[in-house]
């Protein structure tokens, strides 16, 4: 039964952990405002129930210089609002110093921020590994540390935020001591809890069954743990230890990999358990829905005369689950450490062909594959490269050229990744099914026709930017652009496309060269548009000052022919531009694309591509969907 206990009972007495199964500090500015809204409307002598903390007791009391026993906890549930808290009392010391209330401070400090034990300092409560540095350095009042984790720099932020806030509250005051005195007691009196204390990890589960039947809300990888930690509870003492032990074990490692690395957003996390269900249990999206396919996967009374039975399936289940966060989270982020287990050439390829996918925005329909080819063959980079080089093919043939929605062959390729996961298909059976998938939905004939279609406004295409950067590393032979695709992914498309033929082309040059139908049939075509980082300077100006000069002798201007991409410097080569010059070169760039994106389907029989299901909405997002899944920075 929970207790309701103030900030004041729940701190004073105890040593605090937030243990690394936990997920880091996650409060942004809104939850700052709104806990310091709460303080600012709770009248004095009054109460406000605060939500629930859950604590898992164990160990021998610690007793510190002066005599006080101090009971160990670990925080399972309300970290973020009793880590909150402690930044907050320990901005209230600092403004207690800052108005000559050395008493005040002191007593904070003493009581609810840290103790001494053999003169040792030590916090009395310590937050992830991840932000550690961050809040020793807040506490300790020494300089801020560079945060190098996401909760470290939420962390920082909410102390920056409840240093301005009772700085704003002091600067304001006749009587300043009694303002901060007055926030102290509704802080450590007024705000209050339902504080349950467990005895065993296990027990965790339980509870959490309970608060979720009210309507707590946790995310679903939240629900999955401590529905898997409720199981555990049904085992015998020490069983039931070491399950809990390996699930909490296998979260530690989660979290760290999606919050801290890939940085996902709660639809990424809810997007991960879906990828891994779909690659290791059941292929079927449809099937899926979330907690209750874990239950069902894992019912209650399917155990009760098997604990055997139990300990095997969940811990292989939890095992497989973070080593698919590894996965996971290097699909997200294909940065140096990515891939670390395939030497250094397939690991550079696989980083390579990650980074396109993202760029595309075409990274999520491939994740149970990607999971299922690192639990089959964890070590074989020469494997997974192949088999990811013809996802490529297939997503920017089919989704990025054909113009399918992000849906199109995903069953498919759901399918094949279950069946890669339970040993049915080896890597060669695969990359056939990979090669006939990519044929019957978009072969040469297809992706041609659809790269030479002049009716179609290219200028709406939200792939267009991706296609142009991929054929200026074409230009550059491999080479990546001194201008990262960064500036034309979050640029607007106004500012980073240009087209050579200018969308008001009234001048006489244009006029002569262009008759008002083919200016409007050629506007917006792939041939006549160019990626640039100079399109306000071009403006509608006639080909022959757009192209310029380059030279020792010339002046430096904004032109083709000085500009710093090469598909620019390109256009300057010509004399003229003409509706001919927009075929010839809307033809040089399918050529290429039918070749950088080439597949043999030498051994299939033609039987020509599926009917497409292109979205030709005209406000599509300018960022590629995956950013849904992930948090900025």
Sequence with gaps: MGLTESVSDVLRPRLLTIPDYQRGYAWEREHVDDFLDDLRLLQPGKSHYTGTIVLLGGGQPLVDDESNALAHADIVDGQQRLTTICLLLNELRRAFLSVGDDAAAHGLRRQFLVISKNGVPQNKLQVGSDARPVRDALLNDGPDVSPETLSAERLLMAARQMRSHVRTLVEGASDPVAVLRDLRDRIITGLHFTLYT???????????????????????????????LFLAARLPAAQQAALAKRIN????????????????SPAGEDQFLRAHWLATVDPVPTKWAGTKSIKSRFPRDKYVESPDMLIVDIGNYVDSLARAARAFADSLRPDLQAFHSFGPTNAHAARALHDR???AGTVAVFQPLM????ERWPNDGGAYVRIFDLCERFAVRTYVIGGYRADAGQT????????????VRDSSMLEAALRKLVHEYANDSYVRQELLDTEYNWYRWPHLRFFLYEYEIHLLTGAMPDIGYGYFGKSKREKTVEHVLPQTATSRYWRQRFTKEQRRTYIHALGNLVLTRDNSSYSNKDFPDKRGSSGPSVSSSTCYA?????????????????????????????????????????????????????????????EPNIELLVMPG
Excluded: M
């Design 198 to 228: 467990l005895d065993q990890q296990a027990e965790v589960g339980v509870i959490f069954e309970t608060l979720n039947d009210r309507g707590k809300p946790l995310t679903e990888l939240e629900k999955v743990k401590n529905y898997l």
């Design 249 to 264: 074990d296998a979260w530690t490692l989660v979290y760290r990999l999606l919050l801290e690395v890939a940085r996902v």
């Design 357 to 359: 996918l993202s760029r």
């Design 371 to 374: 999971i299922a080819l690192r």
């Design 412 to 423: 498919r390729l759901y399918r094949l990744a279950h069946e890669v996961y339970c040993g």
């Design 562 to 622: 000085q500009a710093p991409l090469q598909q620019e410097q390109e256009l300057a080569l010509l004399d003229e531009w003409t509706p001919e010059t927009i075929l010839a070169r809307q033809e040089r760039l399918a050529d290429w694309a039918l070749e950088r994106w080439s597949v043999d389907f030498s051994d299939l029989e033609d039987e020509g591509s599926v009917e497409p299901e292109r979205d030709l909405a005209e406000d599509e997002p300018d």
